[in-house]
């Protein structure tokens, strides 16, 4: 099986895509492996994803300016502005220098940045007007992958859960299936 530069940046983007795709609460590099391995595989059979792909994915990665990176978990308490400014900036500098091991152990979170979290999930410009419980529920679905969520899940998290499924079916941000 032969790694060609279209199927590294293929892989790269979808690495982007499933740590975006985990929210606000971030991505380590161990659920990003499962990821690729259930999503990416698929398509890929032939991948498999050793110690050399996953030094590549991570040297892709820690170049990448769409993602931050924080021990685990992400600095959530931290108020000041410039004390969260300081911690990335040192866990950037950091995180040049280690290993895809080294972070898998450490536990490091990705977390995409706003404009690449949205963009996967599909808000754009003429989709901003979203209300804050129709963003939740496309995280909630977008976190649930190929699985999908239940509407009945979603109506005991949401009220009117059935207007904002229907907001959302009606911009393409999400599609309904009956399940069997």
């Not at 590099?29 to 690729?36: F, G, K, Q, V, Y």
């Not at 450490?106 to 901003?128: C, P």
């Not at 009220?159 to 999400?174: C, D, M, P, Q």
């Amino acid at each position: 099986f032969e790694l060609t530069t279209y199927l590294m940046d293929d892989l790269i983007l979808a690495s982007l895509r499933e740590i975006a795709l985990d929210g606000h609460k971030g991505c380590t590099l161990s659920s990003l492996w499962s990821h690729l391995e259930s999503e990416y595989r698929a398509q890929h059979s032939e991948l498999n994803l050793d110690v050399f792909l996953k030094e590549a994915i991570w040297k892709c990665l820690k170049l990448r300016t769409e993602i931050s990176f924080h021990p685990s978990p992400p600095p959530s308490n931290t108020t000041n502005k410039d004390e969260i400014k300081q911690i990335k900036n040192l866990t950037r500098g950091i995180i040049q220098n280690l290993s895809y091991e080294q972070v898998e152990a450490e536990n490091y979170v990705f977390v995409a940045k706003e404009k690449l979290w949205k963009s996967t999930l599909g808000i754009t410009e003429k989709n901003l007007n979203l209300q804050e419980n129709q963003v939740s529920i496309l995280e909630i679905v977008g976190k649930s992958r190929r699985v999908g969520v239940l509407q009945k899940d979603l109506s005991n998290q949401f009220t009117s859960v059935f207007h904002h499924i229907k907001a959302l079916l009606h911009r393409k941000l999400i599609i309904k299936d009956t399940v069997a």
